[in-house]
Nanobody, 126 residues
Framework: EVQLVESGGGLVQSGGSLRLSCAAS????????IGWFRQAPGKERESVSC????????FYTPTVKGRFTISSDKALHTVYLQMNSLKPEDTAVYSC???????????????????WGQGTQVTVSS
């Protein structure tokens, strides 16, 4: 059974940092892509970042590039999202997702992913 479990969300002041984790089970990291998405109240879900753990290729949406870093630990089967210089507009529910049998590393649409975690709340106060 494929499972994705996020952790690490919380409340932080503007300018602070958080590290989100996405623990994956039930599938291998080879040929797969793990993505982070977020959804703020009243807004559509948007892509934040994604990574191909097998070769390390990454993508960042422009609004987080330079502040967020995605990484993976293949031994732990976990993907991380290090978020620095957080802003109030980063407040959202963050979810990780897996696309299996990927032919690329660049997947930014939620419909391109097969499995989703339950999400973790990130709140940035001003």
């Amino acid at each position: 059974e494929v499972q994705l479990v996020e952790s690490g969300g919380g409340l932080v002041q503007s300018g602070g940092s958080l590290r989100l984790s996405c623990a994956a089970s039930g599938f291998g990291f080879d040929d797969n892509v793990i993505g982070w998405f977020r959804q703020a109240p009243g807004k559509e879900r948007e892509s934040v970042s994604c990574i191909s753990p097998s070769d390390g290729r990454t993508f960042y949406t422009p609004t987080v590039k330079g502040r967020f870093t995605i990484s993976s630990d293949k031994a732990l089967h976990t993907v991380y999202l290090q978020m620095n210089s957080l802003k109030p507009e980063d407040t959202a529910v963050y979810s990780c997702a897996a696309r299996l049998n990927s032919g690329s590393y660049y997947y930014v649409n939620s419909y391109e992913y097969n499995y989703w975690g339950q999400g973790t709340q990130v709140t940035v106060s001003s």
